[in-house]
C-alpha cells in the first residue's frame, strides 16, 4: 500500500499557531479537508488522538492496536499509521507542531506524565512493540470531552484568535493528560513515569550533583537499560541533557540578570569557570560576555 504524506497546509493556518484540531464521528469516509483516516499515511507533526466512542483498529508501523473509547495516544512524527477497522468511531485529532512546543514552552518538561507520555511512550512503543496506552474512565473523560467540545465550537466558528484558543485548549488538555499518566496502573507505565520524572529533576534541579548511579537508582533501571532509551528519546545521555539544560539556563540568566559570569556558571551547577566558558561556546559559539552584549 502506498503511504501518503499529509500537507501541513490542510491542517495549520499559515501565520499563526501551529495546533490543529479535527473531529470523525462515525465511519464514513473523508469528513474533513485533508482527511486520511482510512489511508495510510505520515505527517512532520504530531498527533494526538483521543477515542470519544465505538472502536477500531490502529495500524502503526505495521502493528495493529485495538482501540476503544477512553484510549488516548499519541502519533509522533514521521510515523505510519491509518485504521484498517472502524466501529461507530468517534475521535478528536489534536495536531501540533512538537518542536513548537520545545522551543516556546519549555516548562511543560517539568510535567514527569508530560515526558512520560508524549516523549517515552511513543518511542518506547516503536522499539519494544510497547501496546499499552492510556485508557481513562467515563467519570475522567468528562472534563476532556467539555474542553473538547469547546475547542470544536472554536474551531467550527473561526473567528481571529481560533488559533490561539485552540493552542490554549491543547495545553490544558496536556496537562490534564499528563496528570492522569501518573495514576495508569500498567506496571510499564509506571516505569516510564519514572523516567518522565528523571527529565523533570534535571530540568529543574539541574545545579545539584548528578551521576549515572544516582539516576540509575532513581529510575529502577540499569544503566545498559536506562541509557538507551533515553538517548532515542531525546538524542543525548543524561549527562548530556543535564549538560545542554545548564547552558540554556546560563544563558538566560546573562540576558536577565546582571550577575557576574562566575555566579551564574556557579548558580547553573558548573564549578569551574573555564569548563562553563568552553562549553558555552561549543553551543551558541560566543563566549558568555559576548552573548550578554548580544
Known sequence: MHTVVANRADFFPQDGCPVAFRAIRGDQPVQHKGDLTDIRHTHDFSELI????????????GDIYRVQTGDIFLIQGNTEHYFTKRSNLGMYN???DDSYLREHLRSLRSLSGFNAFFLFEPTYRRSHKFKSHL???PEAMRPLMAKLQEMADEFAAGRPGTDLLLLAGALEIFVCISRMYSDTPNPMAHSLFRLGELISKLENCY????TIGRISKMTAMAPSTLLPVFKKV????????????RLSKAAEL??????????IAQK?????SNYFSRQFRKRYATSPKNYRRG
Open 50 to 61: 483521543i477515542i470519544t466512542a465505538g472502536g477500531g483498529d490502529h495500524w502503526i508501523n
Open 94 to 96: 489534536i495536531m501540533f
Open 135 to 137: 485508557h481513562v474512565t
Open 207 to 210: 545545579a545539584e550533583k548528578w
Open 234 to 245: 531525546t538524542g543525548f545521555s543524561p549527562i548530556d541533557y543535564l549538560l545542554q539544560v
Open 254 to 263: 546573562l540576558l536577565k540578570t546582571e550577575l557576574p559570569v562566575s555566579e
Open 268 to 272: 547553573c551547577g558548573f564549578h569551574d
